[in-house]
């Protein structure tokens, strides 16, 4: 059974941080690309940040680069968002997706809420 599990979500004060993680299981997690999605209410489901199946390469919406890193440990099947400077408009359900050849798995999402 597939699953993608995200944790690390809450409530924090704008410039605070959170550490989001995607733990996977059911799949051979290395072969998958990974990515991190987030959806703000009213807004369409954006893309965050994407990492290949090695790590070797990432890449950044321009709305988060240079605050957010996305990483993953394959030995552990799991996936990490980084996120500092964090800004009210970073207020979404961040979800993870794992992608391969057609083949799309989604988590059910953490919340992530930017406040004073």
């Known amino acids: 059974q597939v699953q993608l599990v995200e944790s690390g979500g809450g409530l924090v004060q704008p410039g605070g941080s959170l550490r989001l993680s995607c733990a996977a299981s059911?799949?051979?997690?290395?072969?998958?690309?990974m990515r991190w999605y987030r959806q703000a209410p009213g807004k369409e489901r954006e893309l965050v940040a994407l990492i290949s199946t090695s790590g070797a390469m990432t890449h950044y919406a321009d709305s988060v680069k240079g605050r957010f890193t996305i990483s993953r440990d394959n030995l552990k099947n799991t996936m990490y968002l980084q996120m500092n400077s964090l800004k009210p408009e970073d207020t979404a359900m961040y979800y993870c997706?794992?992608?391969?050849?057609?083949?799309?798995?989604w988590g059910q999402g953490t919340q992530v809420t930017v406040s004073s």
């Open positions: 059911g799949f051979t997690f290395s072969n998958y690309g």
């Open positions: 997706n794992a992608y391969s050849f057609g083949v799309d798995y």
